[in-house]
């Protein structure tokens, strides 16, 4: 098996896509399939994704795959065809292709039974590889607007705590169309981790201060 360094992975559709893909049973994976798809990861996802499938800066986390899965309603007879296609074709602009020399159809059912176990990422984390490209590493703001403080602002906006929570699922889920992506594959209890990091972030000083 070849190494490749894959390009910068970015945007909802193409994780969309990653994450409805990567719904292979793992049923009959013995150990050592197991472990051979972790070194397939390693060795060719691992430097753009993460080590442990947290995701980076826009680019798309992959660890809780499991619960994408299942929040996306993806039947589990098209996952393995659509894995296949997706790294032969690659995403243009996004992602490269995998052809069979780099890749064969063997590494690529060994990487979704290895991705389909990694449990889900910590709430910093979504929001570095989900929310961190627009709202700023510090949701300080750029081109949306800042989250940090959110906890301090609730009160000036006449919501609490719980209606803010109550409201997020369906802002992140289906986004704000031309101004927010949305993020449907995720699961209610990465949204409520990523909810209680936004909400534990102080506010960010004005420059100068």
């Known amino acids: 098996m070849k190494r490749f360094r894959p390009a910068k992975l970015s945007g909802v559709l193409a994780f969309t ?7 292979l049973s793992t049923a009959r994976a013995q150990p050592q399939d197991l472990e051979a798809g972790q070194e397939v990861y ?3 996802c691992a430097v753009c994704h993460g080590s442990e499938g947290q995701g980076n800066l826009g680019i798309p ?10 929040q996306l309603g993806v039947p589990l007879d098209q996952a393995g065809p659509a894995m296949v296609k997706m790294l ?6 996004n992602m490269p292709a995998f052809p069979p020399d780099i ?10 039974a ?10 910093d984390n979504l929001y570095v590889a989900n929310c961190a490209l627009c709202h700023g590493l510090s949701a300080e703001g750029t081109v ?6 959110v906890a ?8 609490t705590k719980e209606q803010l929570a109550a409201d997020f699922p369906n802002l992140v889920r289906k986004g704000i169309p031309g101004k927010m992506p949305a993020n449907p594959q995720l699961a209610d209890g990465e949204i409520t981790d990523l909810f209680e990091y936004l909400w534990s972030l102080p506010p960010v000083p004005a420059p100068g201060r």
Do not use: C, W
């Open 61 to 70: 986390n992959l660890a809780g795959a499991a619960g994408h899965v299942k």
């Open 88 to 93: 032969r074709e690659g995403i243009p602009g």
């Open 114 to 123: 290895y991705l389909f176990t990694l449990a889900p990422t910590s709430g």
């Open 42 to 44: 390693q060795g060719n």
């Open 103 to 112: 890749l064969s159809d063997a590494d690529i059912g060994k990487l979704g």
């Open 152 to 159: 301090e602002l609730a009160p000036q906006m006449g919501m």
């Open 144 to 149: 949306g607007p800042p989250l940090a403080g």
């Open 17 to 23: 896509l990653l994450a409805g893909a990567f719904a």
